[in-house]
């Protein structure tokens, strides 16, 4: 049976009424249009879906709006959380003059890179296994007015909450600051609800392994298994849904927001990777702690590209907020063997099939097809090149001098500078035409609004340094 064969049989025999055609925008966002079951029929998914291009931010000008919308039927789900039946299908974004994929379609520009990979010679699969942080909160506020400014959040984990007078009591089970990894309950308020976002994603098709507390209060993780570049993106698009609703339903609020708590930890997503050709790992080798020489050179790769990555796998303002000393953000580009101070981490492995490491500077707070493909890109440029990364760094790196510091890069600073870095290293990126001058040229103006917007509004801490100088 085909795909579209089970698809409509899975309309019939779920008894859909709505089917919800997902794609992501240029920034990382879900978007969906949803279909009365009537509409839909196996001739869908041949020719589409149109929707109005022009509505998606950085997309087509309103004189050349009308788009495609293509499901792929290999992702069809049911969404857990609609009253009335809803099938899920991912959608790729089809220039409706040529039939080609919008050039700056994510989804599309993720395939492309799974594509070079394979003309390259160098694999024919690379494995991406995102691990993406996330803080519950109970209530968020904020404003940005010209007359003032604020932002406010809550959590009965919070260690200020100490004092609160709280409806049946204050019980006082919480984690101290820094404290959230790994006290049992009490003290850890949300195994329930972080259970209950692992198994809607067990429905939704993820295959799950774990859900944990995270460092600082309020803060969790729960653990999905590793999958092919585009199957994971797609995933990490669920994981977020589910993650979002489940907390909503609970009455409780969530957040990929990288650095929503002041002087405590922000949210990463470690993203371990691996290629492979046929039934054998590249990346296994006589190496560095089994490590081939591909993959030495694929994680030069990521050194040399990480600044241009950045864009990408640190898109908000508020990410650099995280990635600084003191609070377990790895911000010195080196790599390293179990040794979670490293940009890039080596984890320890009982088998040589499992051989992989770690990008450890990312969040989630971005767009997972272009930051999984332009580490892809990175390291196929590594491989290419032979860009080895010199000696591993296997020490504390938080605790290095100022003199040890001396000539180790770092990642970026700012997204400013990151978006810098991408217009200037962005070769690398253009290779098959994975990326293109346009979609890097609109990625950057559109990241650059944000940065505008940012730098512009008077801070509440600028008034508290400066306001009687």
Same mark, same amino acid.
């Given at each position: ?16 009424? @709505? ?5 992501? %925008?240029?920034?990382?966002?879900? !978007? ?13 998914? $041949?020719?589409?879906?149109m929707f109005d291009g022009s509505s998606i931010a950085g997309w087509k000008s309103i004189d050349k709006a009308d788009m495609i919308l293509k499901p792929d039927p290999s992702t069809a789900v049911m969404d857990p959380f609609t009253a009335q039946p809803q099938l899920v299908l991912f959608c790729d974004v089809i220039e409706p003059d040529d039939g080609k994929p919008y050039e700056l379609d994510p989804r599309s520009t993720g395939k492309k890179a799974e594509e070079y990979l394979k003309? *390259? /010679? ?14 519950? @909160?109970?209530?968020?506020? &904020?404003?940005?007015?010209? =007359?003032?400014?604020?932002? *406010?959040?809550?959590? =009965? ?12 009591? +204050? ?22 609800? #972080?259970? =209950? ?5 067990? =429905?939704? /098709? ?12 309020? !803060?969790?993780?729960? /653990? ?42 922000? *949210? ?7 290629? &492979?050709? /046929?039934?054998? *790992? ?54 390293? @063997?179990? +040794? #979670? ?18 990008? #450890? ?32 760094? %296997? $020490? ?19 997204? #400013? ?7 200037? %290293?962005? %070769?690398?990126? $253009?290779?098959?035409?994975? @990326? ?34």
């Amino acid at each position: 049976m085909s795909d579209i064969s089970k698809v409509m049989k899975m309309i019939k025999d779920k008894e859909v009424k @709505f089917v919800d055609l997902r794609f992501t %925008d240029t920034k990382g966002k879900w !978007q969906h249009t949803a279909q009365t079951v009537e509409t839909i029929d196996e001739d869908t998914f $041949k020719d589409g879906i149109m929707f109005d291009g022009s509505s998606i931010a950085g997309w087509k000008s309103i004189d050349k709006a009308d788009m495609i919308l293509k499901p792929d039927p290999s992702t069809a789900v049911m969404d857990p959380f609609t009253a009335q039946p809803q099938l899920v299908l991912f959608c790729d974004v089809i220039e409706p003059d040529d039939g080609k994929p919008y050039e700056l379609d994510p989804r599309s520009t993720g395939k492309k890179a799974e594509e070079y990979l394979k003309e *390259s /010679g160098i694999g024919d699969t690379a494995f991406f296994g995102p691990e993406a942080e996330f803080f519950i @909160f109970d209530d968020v506020k &904020w404003a940005t007015n010209q =007359e003032y400014t604020f932002y *406010s959040i809550d959590s =009965e984990e919070g260690a200020y909450n100490t004092g609160t007078d709280m409806e049946g009591g +204050n019980m006082g089970h919480r984690p101290k600051d820094k404290g959230g990894y790994f006290p049992v309950p009490p003290v850890d308020s949300a195994t329930d609800i #972080r259970a =209950e976002m692992v198994s809607t994603m067990s =429905e939704m /098709g993820l295959e799950m392994e774990k859900h944990h507390h995270e460092v600082a209060p309020s !803060q969790h993780e729960l /653990g999905m298994k590793f999958g092919p570049l585009i199957k994971s993106a797609d995933d990490l698009q669920k994981y977020k849904y589910c993650v979002h609703m489940v907390a909503q339903a609970y009455g409780k609020t969530a957040t990929f927001m990288p650095k929503p708590v002041y002087n405590d930890n922000g *949210s990463g997503m470690h993203v371990h990777q691996s290629v &492979w050709k /046929g039934n054998k *790992s590249v990346f296994a080798g006589n190496g560095y702690n089994g490590l081939s020489d591909e993959c030495l050179y694929y994680i030069g790769g990521i050194i040399k590209h990480a600044k241009a990555i950045n864009a990408f796998s640190n898109a908000t303002t508020n990410s650099y907020k995280r990635l600084i000393p003191g609070f377990e953000a790895p911000v010195l580009l080196a790599y390293s @063997f179990r +040794n #979670r101070s490293a940009a890039c981490r080596v984890p320890y492995v009982s088998s040589p099939k499992a051989a992989r490491f770690e990008v #450890r500077f990312g969040d989630a707070s971005g767009n997972p097809y272009f930051t999984f493909a332009s580490m892809l890109m990175a390291g196929i440029d590594g491989i290419k090149n032979k860009i080895h990364p010199g000696d591993a760094m %296997d $020490k504390d790196l938080y605790a290095l001098s100022e003199e040890e510091l001396k000539g180790v890069p770092t990642v970026c600073g700012s997204l #400013r500078e990151a978006l810098d870095a991408l217009d200037k %290293d962005r %070769d690398f990126l $253009k290779a098959g035409n994975v @990326f293109t001058d346009n979609l890097i040229d609109s990625y950057i103006a559109l990241k650059m609004d944000e940065v505008l917007q940012f730098e512009h509004t008077p801070h509440p801490v600028e008034f508290k340094m400066y306001y009687s100088v």
